[in-house]
Structures are given as C-alpha cells and as structure tokens.
C-alpha cells in the first residue's frame, strides 16, 4: 500500500531551560498525517542552524561533518521507503523509524506462540536469577513452562501462578 504523503523534517529541539549553547538535532517522519520523531544524535548551535535548508551553516570541519551525516540519514530513509515499497509492505513514520534503528525484526518477523513464551520465560529466569521472587506480583502468571509439542500434535504447558499451584493446559492443534 501505498501512502499519500511522505515527509522528512530536520529541526533543533531546544531543552527545557535552554539558555545558549548546541541544541540536539531531531527527524521527523511524517507518513499520511502520523509522525514520528527520532534524535539524530548530533547537536548544532541554533546561530547556525537554517530551518529553511534544514542544514547547519559554515565552512568549518564540524559543519560539514553534520550536514553529510544528515545527507547520508536522509537517503537511508528514502532506501528504507523504497524496501517497504518492493516488499509490498504498510509505509508508516513508526515502521520506518524502527526499521533505521536496528528494530526491523519487530516488523518483519512474525513470532510464533512458542517463541513468545519461550522470551517469556527467559525475561523471567533472568529476574529470579538476578535475586527477585519467583511470584512478585499477586494474580499474575509470572513464568510459563512449555514442554513441547506433544505426539499426538497437542501442546501441553504449564502456568506457574504467584499461589505457587500449577494450572496444566492442552491446546490441541490438528495439522492437516
């Protein structure tokens, strides 16, 4: 699907209490109307800054050095936006930005009800091992235990509640 507007917009965005001083450089990614923002991780003096061009102004080393990473993030966007496109994928500002950020898997990969619950479970082994309670919080299912797939293509697993009783489930699944 293709979308009706597409839009790139670097600006400075001053802090709360900004005196003077280099100001951070945010882009943002404007798709049908949805925008998203992200720090470019670079700073500019607001004197240099020209919002028309949406560049910093200068000769000097460290101006040219900001602007052609501006330049180079720009074309990663449009790349970004042109992979979306020949994979027939939504264009949104949310997926473009998290795809530029190393989050593609978020996007593309679809995750299986094992995977989840395997993630799941790892998140947890980590807390207990780093010394919380195996059942810090009352009413929730704080660890979930997959055996596996079974033989008769049933997947049987195991809910550890914060009472510390198990609650076995069957979900049955016919393949074919």
């Known amino acids: 699907m293709i979308e009706q507007s597409f ?3 670097f ?3 001053k802090p709360t209490g900004f005196v003077k001083g280099e100001v951070p450089i945010y882009l943002r990614i404007t ?11 670079r700073k500019c003096d607001p004197l240099r800054w020209n919002q028309h061009a949406e560049r910093a102004t200068g000769n000097e ?8 990473y501006l330049d180079v993030l720009q074309e990663k966007m449009y790349e970004i936006k042109r992979r979306l496109i020949e994979h027939n994928k ?3 500002a949310i997926t473009v930005r998290d795809i530029l950020l190393g989050r593609e898997d978020v996007h ?3 995750r299986m009800l094992l995977e989840i619950f395997q993630h799941h479970n790892d998140q947890v082994a980590a807390l207990v091992a780093k010394g919380m309670p ?10 979930l235990n997959i ?4 033989c008769n293509g049933s997947i049987k697993f195991q809910i550890w509640t914060s009472a510390g009783w198990t609650l076995n489930s069957y979900l049955n699944m016919n393949f074919g």
């Open 11 to 13: 600006y400075l965005k």
């Open 147 to 150: 055996p596996g797939p079974l």
């Open 7 to 9: 839009g790139l917009l």
């Open 31 to 41: 798709v049908d109307g949805m925008s998203a923002e992200l720090s470019t991780k």
């Open 90 to 92: 939504p264009i949104t």
């Open 61 to 68: 080393d460290a101006v040219k050095s900001i602007n052609a």
């Open 108 to 110: 593309d990969k679809p």
């Open 134 to 143: 195996q059942a810090p919080w009352n009413g929730t299912l704080p660890l």
